[in-house]
């Protein structure tokens, strides 16, 4: 592992993105109500701690997984770009080259990008000094791995910690309902506005959204 920071090495944010954050905090907000659902108002105390335990050894582990998986993505996408750096600096031509970089666009870019920004690119490769010899992982990429642990475990709190210092099982479930509907539509108004579309309306459809997903979850048996 290095804390260089070559072009090449920079392929992935070291920050998470807002739609990566919402989106982990959203996952772990999801995977705490399937718990809660199986929760009924006869419930005793022995039942909502074993609820708390499950629902947080759940988001320890899927919180770990996804932080694992992040930095596996981050390095293979690195590969990619190293594998494409290689491909670009042996073409034949530059006309070879710059087919390459355009191949690797997405879709969307390739439609906004001239022939000159695409030499550019490729010319910005071919000038590079050496390339790394493998794929790195920096330490701001463990630092989002671990905001991603973070954000999946910390999602389970404001679900469970409701039957934690109330005793009416039903008035706690029906509290844990409502902080989850509101860290829903903050997320969804949080999405909205990145995206630049009405953040409002955007908090209401990934409210109506999460409620729809929670109940699928639990009528597949999650």
């Known amino acids: 592992m290095t804390e260089s920071t070559s072009p090449l090495q920079a392929t992935r944010q070291a920050i998470l993105s807002p739609v990566d954050r919402i989106s982990e905090t959203i996952f772990g907000l999801l995977m705490a109500l399937t718990f809660v ?17 499950a629902a947080l050894g759940c988001n320890l582990a899927w919180g770990l997984v996804d932080a694992v998986m992040y930095l596996v993505r981050t390095v293979t996408d690195r590969g990619r770009t190293l594998a494409l750096a290689r491909a670009v600096r042996s073409a034949p031509d530059a006309q070879a080259g710059r087919a390459l970089v355009a191949q690797s666009l997405s879709k969307a870019a390739a439609g ?3 022939e000159a920004e695409v030499e550019a690119v490729r010319g910005r490769i071919v000038a590079l000094p050496s390339l790394p010899a493998r794929p790195r992982l920096l330490g701001a990429d463990l ?3 671990l905001a991603i642990f973070v954000l999946v475990v910390a999602a ?3 679900v469970v910690l409701p ?10 479930k029906h509290l844990s309902r409502v902080l989850s509907l509101a860290m829903l539509f903050l997320a969804g108004l949080g999405l909205g506005r990145y995206a ?13 959204l999460g409620t729809v997903l929670v109940i699928a979850i639990n009528a597949l048996g999650g």
């Open 143 to 145: 630092g989002a791995a």
């Open 37 to 53: 659902g199986a929760v009924s108002a006869a419930s005793g105390r022995d039942e909502i701690e074993s609820m708390f335990i």
């Open 163 to 172: 039957f934690a210092f109330m005793d009416d099982v039903l008035a706690a």
């Open 112 to 114: 906004l990008v001239t």
């Open 156 to 158: 389970t709190f404001p």
């Open 196 to 208: 630049g579309y009405g953040s409002w309306k955007v908090g209401l459809m990934m409210t109506a």
